[in-house]
């Protein structure tokens, strides 16, 4: 017996420190705040082995301490609910979707009842309520809003181990009828696979919250954060290898350069808020104009560049002509009076990968078509 309590306390301080690592957890900023849902799990979950324990060690159902046996057991379903609800609603706020709390709290209270009406803990109500939550668990987390990265996978992976591992022992309840080996099965169970499952689970919830720091970091990067378009720098980066795959595929690749037309002027009439928002209302034009392999980016205050890979000069103008036409809808109102304004465009092939020489032909197309009277598309000549 000694060895098992040895097993009991290890496992006992193995959710502590899960439960204290838990505090290293930060969500990103606008994100629901999942930590504290996780946090919340860890320490009802520490409860919950705390009280496991208690039953199976220190209380005696044939002594006195019958009543006092019962109210823990009482205790065990309260833990259990809160740890499993606590995990459900992690996931879904991890995830940006809406949680019914009042379902889950209902479904946990349901479960507690059942077992109180039984007159303690059962294994088979509460391998069911953990089957359910669980399968929620699963459905939040593979339906995050954001693209699941490998802490994500590897979290489903052990949700859906611990999924088979339940309805393994839901029949192994329902087809063993020997006490002792239900016990050493649930012993096992309790103190050797679960903990040994939430520290794996612990480190792809890590993973998952260290991948999204990751892809945040790389996103402020690379992107411009007025426009959410890319910035100056990963056009060029990506630009490079873009010409550098046409080049070796000898496919076309042409470059667009644009601006807002006289956006000095709309800045100081209206003020940077309307600047603002019509340097937002162009960008997002150009966004929903182009294609996914295509590159939009921002490289100056007003000023914006497009990559397209696999198109010549004439597709790069037509694209240029339709977006000065949408360009030309916009309209943004300020008090009483409403604003619309234009923009230019410079077209230019790309047949080398010197990527400063095809922004600076393109430049020079766009200048002419400022010179020409603004809301034009001009193409770059060669001189001869």
């Not at 080996?181 to 919830?205: D, K, N, R, W």
């Not at 470059?255 to 100081?268: G, H, P, Q, R, S």
């Not at 294609?291 to 914006?304: S, T």
Request: with cysteine.
């Amino acid at each position: 017996m000694e060895s098992f309590e040895y097993l009991v306390i290890s496992t006992v301080i193995l959710n502590i420190s899960m439960f204290i690592a838990s505090f290293g957890l930060e969500d990103l900023e606008h994100a629901k705040p999942s930590r504290y849902a996780f946090r919340a799990y860890y320490f009802a979950y520490l409860l919950f082995i705390s009280s496991i324990s208690l039953s199976l060690f220190y209380f005696d159902p044939n002594n006195i301490e019958n009543l006092l046996s019962f109210i823990n057991d009482v205790l065990t379903d309260v833990f259990l609910a809160i740890a499993y609800t606590s995990l459900v609603i992690a996931f879904a706020w991890r995830s940006q979707k809406t949680v019914n709390i009042r379902l889950l709290v209902g479904i946990a209270i349901i479960h507690i009842l059942i077992n109180l009406f039984i007159g303690g803990y059962d294994l088979l109500v509460s391998y069911v309520f953990v089957v359910i939550t669980i399968l929620l668990a699963i459905f939040y987390v593979t339906n995050r809003k954001e693209k699941l990265n490998i802490g994500d996978k590897g979290v489903v992976i052990v949700l859906y181990f611990n999924l088979l591992t339940l309805l393994y022992n839901i029949w192994l309840v329902n087809t063993v009828i020997i006490h002792d080996e239900l016990f050493i099965h649930f012993f096992l169970q309790i103190f050797v696979y679960s903990p040994a499952s939430l520290a794996v689970l612990t480190l792809f919830i890590f993973s998952s919250y260290f991948n999204d720091i990751k892809n945040k970091l790389l996103i402020e990067a690379t992107t411009d954060s007025m426009t959410e378009l890319y910035n100056r720098r990963y056009f060029f980066e990506q630009g490079l290898k873009v010409l550098s795959s046409a080049k070796r595929k000898s496919h076309s690749t042409s470059i667009i350069m644009c601006d807002i037309d006289k956006f000095k002027m709309v800045n100081d009439k209206f003020g940077h808020d309307v600047g603002d928002k019509a340097i937002i209302l162009f960008s997002k034009v150009l966004k929903d104009s182009v294609r996914n392999e295509d590159i939009v980016a921002r490289v100056g205050g007003e000023e914006f560049a497009i990559l397209l890979s696999e198109s010549n000069v004439k597709e790069a103008e037509q694209l240029a002509e339709r977006v000065r036409k949408k360009t030309q809808l916009i309209s943004i109102k300020v008090g009483n009076e409403i604003i619309q304004f234009t923009a230019s465009f410079g077209v230019s092939n790309c047949d080398n990968t010197n990527m400063e020489n095809h922004l600076k032909n393109a430049d020079e197309a766009l200048y002419i078509a400022k010179n020409n009277g603004r809301n034009k598309v001009e193409v770059y000549t060669r001189p001869t």
